[in-house]
């Protein structure tokens, strides 16, 4: 339990540290073996502002995209994605934060490697 309560304040203060970046993007694992399933971690900075998240992971073949509602203020700062059995390629992970008028907020991107 001491452990589990200690990462859990290692990761919130992690967050804590760099809230100068709105979104950033990160998955699990970053190399994999097809078909893949990964994990796409999403962190952004509550703003009043934030109306959606939108998360793609494309490679030159394939598409998996997914959406989540914002609440603004009330958001989760952390949303977590399962994105499964990606085929072979090298994906461009992206996310992307939407506002009130539709226009994108903020972005981040990462890359993935499917073997």
Same mark, same amino acid.
């Given at each position: ?11 919130? !203060?992690?967050?804590? +540290? /760099?809230? !100068?970046?709105? @979104? ?7 190399? *994999?073996?097809?078909? *893949? /399933?990964?994990?796409?971690? @999403?962190?952004?900075?509550? !703003?009043?502002? &934030? ?6 992971? %494309? #490679?030159?073949?394939? +598409?998996? !995209?997914? %959406?989540? #509602?914002?609440?603004? %203020?009330?958001? *989760? ?7 499964? %059995? ?9 996310? /992307?934060?939407?506002?009130? *008028?539709?226009?994108?907020?903020? &972005?981040? &991107?990462?890359?993935?490697?499917? &073997?």
């Amino acid at each position: 339990m001491k452990k589990l309560i200690f990462c859990g304040a290692m990761l919130l !203060s992690a967050v804590a +540290l /760099d809230a !100068s970046q709105p @979104v950033r993007v990160r998955v699990s694992p970053q190399i *994999a073996m097809a078909p *893949a /399933d990964v994990i796409v971690y @999403v962190t952004v900075e509550p !703003s009043a502002d &934030n109306r959606l998240l939108k998360v793609s992971a %494309e #490679s030159e073949d394939f +598409l998996r !995209s997914s %959406e989540l #509602s914002l609440e603004g %203020e009330g958001s *989760a700062r952390i949303s977590i994605l399962h994105f499964r %059995e990606l085929p072979a390629g090298e994906y461009d992970v992206t996310a /992307d934060v939407i506002g009130p *008028a539709g226009k994108r907020r903020a &972005n981040a &991107n990462c890359v993935l490697r499917v &073997n």
